[in-house]
């Protein structure tokens, strides 16, 4: 069973930026999808980004491409989510994810399913 635990939230200002880190435990291989997600008050959870553990390949959100960079640090079992240029409309809990199998080109951000492990989330606050 893989376990994630999140850090690097907070608050910030419009335009900001900040760096979430998930480290991982208990991966056997490198087959998994990560994915970071948020859900705002009284929204769904969303998905931000996906990336592929075993080739590198990534896809984001419309609402953040160009803003925010998923990527990995395999030796160090850890994923993360560069977020810059933060609007008041990312203010969420974001949470990290492991699940998956094999990155196929068309399912983007969907590869990331079906989710077999979350974290513990982290809340990022972005003050107009």
């Known amino acids: 069973q893989v376990q994630l635990v999140e850090s690097g939230g907070g608050l910030v200002q419009t335009g900001g930026s900040l760096r979430l880190s998930c480290a991982g435990s208990g991966f056997s291989g490198n087959n998994y999808m990560l994915g970071w997600w948020r859900q705002a008050p009284g929204k769904e959870r969303e998905a931000v980004a996906c990336l592929s553990r075993n080739n590198g390949r990534a896809d984001s959100a419309e609402s953040v491409k160009g803003r925010f960079t998923i990527s990995t640090d395999n030796a160090k079992n850890t994923v993360y989510l560069q977020m810059s240029d933060l609007k008041p409309e990312d203010t969420a809990v974001y949470y990290c994810?492991?699940?998956?199998?094999?990155?196929?080109?068309?399912?983007?951000?969907?590869?990331?399913?079906?989710?077999?492990?979350w974290g513990q989330g982290t809340q990022v606050t972005v003050s107009s």
């Open positions: 994810s492991a699940g998956g199998t094999t990155w196929i080109a068309g399912r983007k951000l969907r590869n990331c399913l079906p989710v077999r492990s």
